[in-house]
């Protein structure tokens, strides 16, 4: 649920590293995949955590019983 973002985060970055990549590095449209794939990651993390607070303290999420 935390460590998730962040390593998709890393993968992004080390993907796009010259010197460790070499020629291997990402292209403009790869970069665009891995931002979209990043970002889903990121907001399924966000749901996720929402939903855990809110089935675990009813005062975090008002009207979470009605779910």
Do not use: D, E, H
């Not at 993907?15 to 790869?30: A, D, F, H, P, V």
């Not at 939903?51 to 019983?65: E, F, T, Y």
């Amino acid at each position: 649920m935390l460590i998730a973002p962040f390593l998709g985060f890393l993968l992004l970055v080390m993907s796009n590293n010259i010197q460790l990549m070499g020629n291997l590095r990402n292209t403009w449209w790869k970069n665009m995949i891995g931002a979209l794939g990043f970002l889903s990651i990121l907001c399924l993390s966000g749901v996720f955590y929402r939903s855990l607070l809110c089935r675990c303290k009813r005062l975090v999420c008002p009207g979470a019983a009605a779910w």
